[in-house]
Every structure is written in structure tokens, then in C-alpha cells.
């Protein structure tokens, strides 16, 4: 009886040890399912950038982070001086209130 | 009509991309004016154009940093930005945020997480929403009790003072933040931005729906200057996002691209409109964005409810976040118009008489 409850013990221990680390390897397998671009749709530059998704999300992170605030400094500056030609004072705010 | 269509070269959908841009330009005019990324507004209208949800998301985050950035510099510009306050603020934003997503990990161990965020969400708005009428309302007793006694009002009075009563609280270090004109403790934005990006985490919003009436009624900060640094905060925390976002595969930079477009303009138009508006006219229209992302909650909730009814409440959320947007974008728009012709006119008048 004393064995049958040890072999149990061990059973549960077992049982304890692999389903945490089933469920961490699935986790794994899981998180290393990523979405693939389909390149052989596109040539060029959307070619290339597909490619740089399906290759490496760390420089598509990189070239994301730098062409977004990069292209919205860009095309505010070139509004900013659109709006200046009309005759907008943009560099002063009058009203001062809560 | 087939180049009014474009492929998107990561999710594989053929988008209306005209949409794009005018999705873009209205989110820009309407993060520009109110000082918030819009996240609420975008994501919705993406996956109408046609983007699976997770790209919606990831591509909103990814474009927000973009016409934030524009916004913040405009402001900046019009003394609108109090960068101490704001890089203050981002530390307690980003320690927040991070205690918002383990509490929201413990939430979903518990189960029904998704009920209970938009209960949350939808118990908050209530709240911001009955801040800001119930300011608005104050402040014009106010003002009609000091018309009545043949007294002019101070243009920095406000309805809500409880900035007034925290601001005593002076706990070391005792900041002075000279453009936003507040000394205070600097625990008070340290707490309060910790907690607006707590309640962020929490709701998995970008949080400049709660920062900005959080900026005004409890850091004290004039409106014009909630909306700047508020749109500060958006750009750093756009950018933390988009590189996050990116990261993890999900997002469409064409289309990012595309509302970059719309948004350049929006920011610029919606940034310059702050000039002819004043504070309380911008906390009104605030609040009336807020009760529309309100009652579009209620309306996912029914969804959620009610399988039955689940096809029309979903669509009816949309619709009226889209006629929110679409209504607000051309209240800016107008008084950006009528605030461009008087300045004109003013310029006219005194080049005739010098």
C-alpha cells in the first residue's frame, strides 16, 4: 500500500514536471508561429519588403519605427509651409484661458 | 476603378485605399484638436476597410507616432507643450501600463475578462463624461453669477478646482512647471499618469482618453496646454507601440503609410483649429467624443450579451463611431475655416490701415 502510494507520488510528480513543460514547449511552438507574406505576389521594393517581414521581424520593426516618424516629419513640415503660404500665423496661440 | 484598390504587401488584402487617407486625415484633426492617438476610432474603421482585426490594431499603433509627432511639434510652437511635465509623466505612463498588463494576465486567470474590461471602460467614460458637463455647467454659473454682480471673470478660472486642493499637497520634490504654470508635488503627475496608464493597460487603450480630462482636473493644466503635452505622451508611447507591434508581425506599414498622408494634413489642421477655440469649447466636444465611444460600448456589451442581436449591435457601434469621427472632423474643419478667414481678415484690416 505504502509503494502503491509512493509509485502515485512519483506518478503525480512525473505528471507535474511534463505538463508545465509540455505546455512551455507547445508555448514555444505557439509563439514561433508567425504570419508569412506571400512575396512571389509583389516585385520591387513591396518584393523586398515582404522579404524583410518574412525574414526578420527585428528590422522590420527597425525600418517601421524609423520611416513612420521619419515620413510624419516630412509631410507635417511640407503641410506646415503650405499653411504658412495661405497666410496662418503658425507660431503664436492668442487665447489664453483654461 | 481597380487603382483605387491597393495590395498590402504583409496582410495580403486588396484595401480602398482612398479610405486610408481619409480615415487618416479625420483621426489627425481629431487627435490634433483633443490631444489623444485615437486609437478608439481606428481600429474599427480599419477593419471596415477590410484588415483582419490583429493588423487593425498593430497598424493603428504603427501610424499613431506619425501625426503625433506633427501635433506635439505644432503645439509646441504655440507654447502649448510643457515638456518637464511630460517626461515626467512618461515614466509614471510606462510603469502603469506595464502593472495594467500583469493585472489584466490576473484578470484573465480569473475568466469573463473581456466583460469586465468594458464594464470598466464603459463605468470610466461615464465618469470623464460627467467631469466634464458637470465643469462646463459650473463654470457658466460662474460666469453668469459674475455678470449678474457687474464683475469680470479671471480668464484661468475654471468650474472643477480639484487641482486646487491637490496642488497643496506638497509632498518633496516640489516642482515648478513653468509653461503649464503649476507648482505642485511631483508625485501628483508621477500618480496620476501612473494611474491613467494603469486604467490604459488595464482597457488596452493608448490612454489619452483618460490622460487629457486627467491632465486638466487633477494636474491643473490649462486646456490648450492638456492637449499639447497629452500629444507628447501619444508620441513616445506611439513609438514604443509601433515598434512593439512591428515586432510581434503585426503591422501593415503601407497602410500606415497611406493614413500618413490624410494624418499630416489632419494634424496640422486639427493642431492650428486649438487657436480658434477656446478651452472650454474643446472640453465640450471632448465630452461628446467620450459619450459616443460611451454608448459605443454599451453597444458592444449588448453584442456580447445577446448572440441574436450580436450581427446589429456590432455594426451599429461601427457606424456611429464613424459618424462620430465624420461629425467631428468637420466641426474642426469648419472652425478651422471661420478661424483662418477672421485671422486673414484681421491681417487685411491692419496692412489697409498702417
Not at chain 1, 520611416?67 to 503641410?79: A, D, E, H, Q
Not at chain 2, 490631444?35 to 482585426?53: A, E, H, K, R, S
Not at chain 2, 520634490?173 to 509653461?179: A, G, L, N, T
Not at chain 2, 490649462?222 to 499639447?228: D, E, I, M
Request: overall charge positive; hydrophobic content about 55%.
Amino acid at each position: 500500500m505504502v509503494l502503491t502510494v509512493r509509485t502515485r507520488l512519483k506518478q503525480l510528480g512525473i505528471l507535474l514536471f511534463l505538463v508545465p513543460t509540455t505546455l512551455l514547449a507547445a508555448a514555444g511552438k505557439a509563439e514561433a508561429i508567425v504570419i508569412v507574406a506571400d512575396s512571389r505576389r509583389f516585385t520591387g521594393w513591396k518584393a523586398w519588403w515582404t522579404n524583410l517581414y518574412n525574414e526578420s521581424h527585428f528590422l522590420f520593426a527597425l525600418a517601421t519605427i524609423v520611416i513612420i516618424p521619419t515620413l510624419g516629419v516630412i509631410l507635417g513640415t511640407l503641410t506646415g509651409l503650405l499653411l504658412s503660404r495661405i497666410g496662418i500665423d503658425l507660431r503664436s496661440r492668442e487665447l489664453a484661458e483654461h | 476603378m481597380d487603382w483605387l484598390y491597393a495590395l498590402m504587401p504583409i496582410a495580403g488584402v486588396e484595401i480602398f485605399w482612398p479610405g486610408l487617407v481619409i480615415l487618416g486625415l479625420g483621426v489627425g484633426m481629431i487627435g490634433g484638436f483633443f490631444g489623444m492617438g485615437g486609437g478608439w476610432m481606428v481600429t474599427p474603421g480599419l477593419n471596415i476597410l477590410g484588415f483582419p482585426m490583429a493588423f487593425a490594431i498593430g497598424t493603428d499603433i504603427a501610424q499613431m507616432a506619425g501625426p503625433a509627432l506633427i501635433s506635439t511639434a505644432r503645439h509646441t510652437r504655440f507654447g502649448n507643450v510643457d515638456y518637464k511635465l511630460g517626461l515626467i509623466m512618461v515614466a509614471g505612463t510606462v510603469s502603469g501600463f506595464e502593472a495594467g498588463a500583469q493585472l489584466i494576465m490576473w484578470l484573465e486567470r480569473i475568466g469573463k475578462v473581456d466583460f469586465y474590461v468594458r464594464a470598466a471602460y464603459l463605468v470610466l467614460l461615464t465618469l470623464v463624461a460627467w467631469l466634464v458637463f458637470t465643469d462646463v455647467s459650473k463654470k457658466m454659473r460662474k460666469d453668469r453669477e459674475a455678470r449678474a454682480a457687474g464683475r469680470t471673470l479671471d480668464k484661468l478660472s475654471t468650474g472643477i478646482e480639484w487641482h486646487k486642493r491637490l496642488h497643496k499637497i506638497r509632498i518633496p520634490p516640489v516642482v515648478h512647471f513653468e509653461r503649464a504654470g503649476i507648482r505642485c508635488s511631483a508625485w501628483l503627475p508621477i500618480s496620476v499618469s501612473f494611474l491613467t496608464g494603469l486604467l490604459a493597460g488595464v482597457l488596452g487603450i493608448g490612454g489619452g482618453l483618460i490622460r487629457m480630462p486627467a491632465l486638466i482636473y487633477l494636474v491643473g493644466c490649462p486646456t490648450h496646454l492638456a492637449v499639447g503635452t497629452d500629444l507628447f505622451e501619444v508620441a513616445i508611447s506611439g513609438l514604443y507601440g509601433a515598434a512593439s507591434y512591428s515586432y510581434k508581425g503585426r503591422t501593415e506599414l503601407l497602410a500606415a503609410v497611406i493614413m500618413l498622408m490624410g494624418a499630416s494634413v489632419g494634424a496640422q489642421i486639427g493642431s492650428v483649429a486649438t487657436k480658434y477655440v477656446k478651452g472650454y469649447g474643446i472640453r465640450i466636444f471632448f465630452g461628446v467624443a467620450v459619450i459616443g465611444c460611451a454608448v459605443s460600448i454599451v453597444f458592444k456589451l449588448i453584442a456580447a450579451a445577446s448572440p441574436a442581436l450580436r450581427a446589429f449591435f456590432d455594426k451599429a457601434a461601427t457606424v456611429l463611431i464613424l459618424g462620430l469621427v465624420t461629425s467631428l472632423s468637420l466641426y474642426i474643419f469648419t472652425r478651422f475655416l471661420l478661424g483662418v478667414r477672421e485671422e486673414l481678415a484681421a491681417k487685411r484690416m491692419y496692412r489697409a490701415s498702417v
